[in-house]
């Protein structure tokens, strides 16, 4: 048996892996419209925004615990356990999170964890690296982490729960993506706007 469904952990694990990027889209968009993570940190969008970002982060360190102690519970498969594969997982964890970092590098944290909801918008779209080599490197940072852990652990049922974790921020982007510009275009349109209401 290479993946033992019957565990619980696999399953809450898998439900963590849904719940986060489900949580900061509505929170997010509930944030642009009503404002109230605004509101309860005294109308202040910069403290509202750090304040979801140690909250997305915090829920993503349970995610990881979760998954972690999924992973224990699960069948290792032999043909995994070989230091080539280790190797390989190694490369897949280095370069997930190199990617990561490097994205929030750029983008700060004010860019990294919803800041345009929020209003605080970046002057310029990013494009050193790692955006210049892929669309959404956080997202696909993540994955590969998620694919070398479970490499690495020789665990099949990992490498189901990394393709899991890459479907659901693949929808995540469907809302993500339109929303976001959205905004922009919003903001990029209001000086139109403006010149248009002067030479009334």
């Known amino acids: 048996m290479l993946v033992d469904f019957g565990q619980a952990s696999l399953w809450v694990s898998l439900a963590s892996i849904t719940f986060n990027p489900t949580f ?16 309860l940190c005294g109308n202040d969008p910069q403290r509202g925004c750090y304040a979801i970002a140690v909250t997305i982060f915090v829920l993503g360190l349970i995610r990881d615990m979760l998954f972690n102690h999924a992973l224990a519970q699960q069948p290792q498969m032999a043909l995994l356990d070989t230091h080539f ?22 983008l700060g944290i004010t860019g990294t964890f919803l800041g345009d909801y929020f209003g605080i918008l970046m002057d310029a779209r ?25 490499l690495w652990h020789a665990r099949p049922a990992g490498l189901l729960v990394a393709a899991y974790v890459w479907l659901v921020y693949h929808i995540a982007l469907k ?17 139109t706007v403006a010149k248009r209401k002067k030479k009334l």
């Open 24 to 39: 900061w889209n509505i929170a997010a968009q509930r944030e642009y419209h009503t404002k109230w993570i605004t509101k």
């Open 85 to 106: 594969v280790k190797l390989v997982a190694a490369c897949l964890v280095g370069s997930g999170m190199t990617l990561v970092l490097s994205s929030t590098y750029m």
């Open 175 to 191: 809302f993500e993506g339109p929303f976001t510009s959205m905004i922009y275009a919003k903001r990029n349109a209001e000086p």
């Open 126 to 150: 990013v494009t050193g690296f790692p955006f210049n080599v892929l669309d959404n490197p956080m997202y696909v940072g993540s994955t590969l982490s998620f694919i070398g852990v479970s």
